[in-house]
Structures are given as structure tokens and as C-alpha cells.
């Protein structure tokens, strides 16, 4: 029993101590402060809108009230499956409007579109979009500034706009973390923050030639391999909101996870061979980007390590009953990794956020998720590939 005892406590403690090191890291990190920029750049801003028609226009008009100059900002919107009258009602607003007419949609498709449709050596930057992302007035202002500064690629700070069912609750919350571990954890250590999948912003020349080699529906994680290939380091500024339309209903969520499991195998497939060379070349980004996508689902890990735990612990006990002897202390180290991955889930997120009535009524739906996830390791196949849009509900905030 020892022996089977360390060959799961070992993986799962590395795996827990990873999240831990970042999620304390992520308390230290204080955002880069960047000065008023000498110039003024030209801004791309792309809306992929895939069966959008509830919120792209909400949405657009929104963005429109930047208070960066109207002639130095465009938004092109990829129109791909939306209703005639959406279409209609887009025209109408100072933008560029793409239709997509390719088969089998994704979100590479609509940038590559973009990309191709427009005159991109008129442009400086492309910041990515989600059709249901809101963001302040100074976003792009913001933007200018940090690339005046000599950046290449930034991340916003994505949060939830909507907390109207525990579901949404949840995935807030887990964006909240992810953002914690992967994002402010990371650039506090000095190293590059993780894509979010929209509030994301990159030089135009390096974007339009890299958009072209994009493959799956997991584009945010084939861009970081390309950046970290190349060095680029993304900046992560946790004060700069783009407001992201949470799922709300325990299928969605479902759905959506599996899209990200099946992107995350496949960045690990795809850049596995990379890593010796990365480890010859010093690379430490390139390497740690790998040992993550290495890592379990943080739900699936979170059963694994309090499943086992209840596990030791009643084998413990009972076969101390049956001896007499001390077995019940074989759990010990397990109640000390449950502590530690707790800890690690809640250190990203500010107390006020974290302890209310609603996350402890939604925390209540957390093993029935992470079943739903374990499930989803099984049904992987082609989940990387198409196209996946939140489910919206009638009313957005």
C-alpha cells in the first residue's frame, strides 16, 4: 500500500505545488507602470462573431465609445453564421464588416479572414475580441501606451459581466484563478503571462505573419507557443477590464471545457518535440509552458487530491483498527496537500469576491462539474477543431 501510496501522492504534489508557487507569486505582482506615449499607433480591432447575434452589436457599439482618436481605430467583425438583419444592423455602424463564407468555422479562420481582408501594413497593433466582450473607454488608449513601451503582446484582464447562475458564478471564478496562476503569478516571477483567448493585443507585423499557421479551435494556445518559440514577452495588465459573457448552464460549461482540454493535449502533442532543444537553448518560458499544459484540469485535480485523501484516510484508519498499529498517519501528508491545493485555489482571489453567499451556493455544483469533467476525457475526439460560441441568455448586463 505504501507504494501505491507515493506513485499518486508524488504527481499530484508536484502538480499542486506548481499552482501553489504561482498563486502566492501572483500576491506580489504589481503592474508595470507605463508613461504617456510619444506617438499614437493604428489599431486593428478584430470581433470573430460566430453565431453572435444576441450580443455582437451590444457589444460593437460599446467598443465605439473608445476615447482613443476615431481615425486611428478600426473594427473589422468576421460575420460567420449570423442572421441577414444582424448583418443589416452592423452596416450601419462605422466598421468593416467581414462575412465569412468557409465551411467548417473557427475562430483562426475569422483572424486569418481579417487578416487578409485588410491592409495590415496600415496598422500597428490587432487587439483580439470576443463578440461578447465589453471594455472601458480607455482601452485602446491604455494599449498605445504599453506598446510604446516596447511591448509586443499584452493581456488584458478578463472577468465575468454576468453572475446570474451558479454556473456563471463558477466560471467567473475559475477565470479569476486561471488568472492568478498563469497570468499575474507568472510575470511577478518574470515570466511571460498565459492568452486569455480575447482582451489580447499584438504587434500587426508579427500577428499577420503568424495568423496563417493557426490550426485549431485552440488558437490562444498555439499563439503563446509562438511567441515563447520566439521570446516574445507577453505582459498581463490585471487593470485593464474586458468584461467576458460567463456560461450559465452546466451543459455549456461542459462543452466548453472539453473544447479546452482537447486545445490544451494538443498544444502538449504539437510542442513535446520542442522541448529538448528549448532546455539546450535556456528557453525556461518555452519549458515551463509545456510542464503546464502537462497539468491535469484543475477540477479533475481537485477530485483527485480530496478523492484520494478521503480515501487514505478511511483505509488509514481502518486497517490501524485492524492492526494496531499507526496507518492512520499514512493520511497525514494527504490532509497537508488537500490544505495546500485549497490554498492554491483561493490565494488568486480577493476575499470580498470569494466568500459571499452565492460562491458558497455555487461551490455546491463543484463535484458534480468536476464528474462532468472527468467524463470529458473520454470524449476528446475532434473537440479541437470547430468553432464554439457562450451560450447567452436574454439579458446582459
Known amino acids: 500500500m505504501n507504494i501505491i501510496d507515493w506513485i499518486l501522492y508524488i504527481p ?24 504617456e506615449a510619444r506617438m499614437l499607433r493604428r489599431i486593428a480591432v478584430l470581433f470573430p462573431a460566430y453565431k453572435e ?28 453564421q ?20 468557409y465551411t467548417e468555422s473557427s475562430k483562426a479562420k475569422a483572424m486569418t479572414l481579417a487578416m487578409d481582408s485588410i491592409d495590415t501594413d496600415a496598422y500597428n497593433i490587432v487587439v483580439i475580441m470576443d463578440a461578447d466582450n465589453m471594455t472601458t ?51 511577478a516571477v518574470g515570466l511571460s503571462a498565459g492568452l486569455s483567448g480575447s482582451g489580447m493585443a ?56 472539453k473544447r479546452w482540454i482537447a486545445a490544451q493535449f494538443g498544444a502538449l502533442r504539437t510542442s513535446l518535440p520542442h522541448l529538448p532543444k528549448a532546455l539546450l537553448q535556456g528557453n525556461i518560458d518555452y519549458c515551463n509552458k509545456i510542464f503546464q499544459w502537462m497539468l491535469p484540469p484543475r477540477l479533475v485535480q481537485l477530485a483527485g ?13 481502518i486497517l490501524s483498527l485492524y492492526n494496531g498499529g499507526h496507518e492512520w498517519m499514512i493520511a497525514i501528508k494527504w490532509w497537508i496537500l ?19 453567499k452565492q460562491v458558497g451556493k455555487a461551490i455546491l455544483k463543484v463535484p458534480m462539474l468536476a464528474v462532468t469533467m472527468i467524463g470529458n476525457l473520454f470524449k476528446l ?9 457562450t451560450e447567452h441568455g436574454e439579458h446582459h448586463k
Open 137 to 187: 473607454p480607455d482601452f485602446l488608449s491604455t494599449i498605445n501606451r504599453v506598446f510604446d513601451s516596447g511591448i509586443k503582446s499584452a493581456q488584458a484582464h478578463r472577468t465575468g459581466k454576468n453572475l446570474n447562475t451558479d454556473i456563471s458564478v463558477l466560471d467567473s471564478i475559475s477565470e479569476e484563478i486561471n488568472n492568478g496562476f498563469f497570468r499575474s503569478g507568472h510575470n
Open 381 to 389: 475526439k475532434g473537440a479541437n477543431k470547430k468553432f464554439i460560441h
Open 202 to 257: 499584438f504587434e500587426a507585423k508579427w500577428f499577420r505573419q503568424q495568423v496563417k499557421y493557426l490550426r485549431t479551435a485552440g488558437e490562444d494556445k498555439e499563439l503563446e507557443a509562438m511567441l515563447l518559440q520566439q521570446r516574445i514577452y507577453t505582459v498581463y495588465l490585471p487593470d485593464l477590464l474586458v468584461f467576458d459573457e460567463k456560461t450559465q448552464k452546466k451543459e455549456a460549461i461542459s462543452n466548453q471545457r
Open 82 to 101: 449570423m442572421q441577414p438583419e444582424t448583418n443589416e444592423a452592423l452596416q450601419a455602424l462605422p466598421i468593416r464588416l467581414l462575412t465569412a463564407n
Open 12 to 35: 499530484l504534489a508536484l502538480c499542486v505545488c506548481y499552482l501553489l508557487l504561482y498563486a502566492i507569486a501572483s500576491k506580489f505582482y504589481r503592474a508595470p507602470q507605463y508613461p
Open 338 to 356: 488537500s490544505t495546500a491545493q485549497v490554498a492554491a485555489m483561493t490565494l488568486p482571489i480577493s476575499g470580498d469576491k470569494l466568500f459571499t
Open 305 to 317: 487530491v480530496f478523492g484520494l485523501t478521503f480515501v487514505f484516510t478511511v483505509t488509514g484508519i
Open 53 to 80: 447575434d444576441r450580443v455582437i452589436l451590444a457589444s460593437v457599439e460599446s467598443f465605439l465609445k473608445q476615447d482613443y482618436p476615431k481615425e486611428l481605430y478600426d473594427i473589422v467583425v468576421i460575420s460567420d
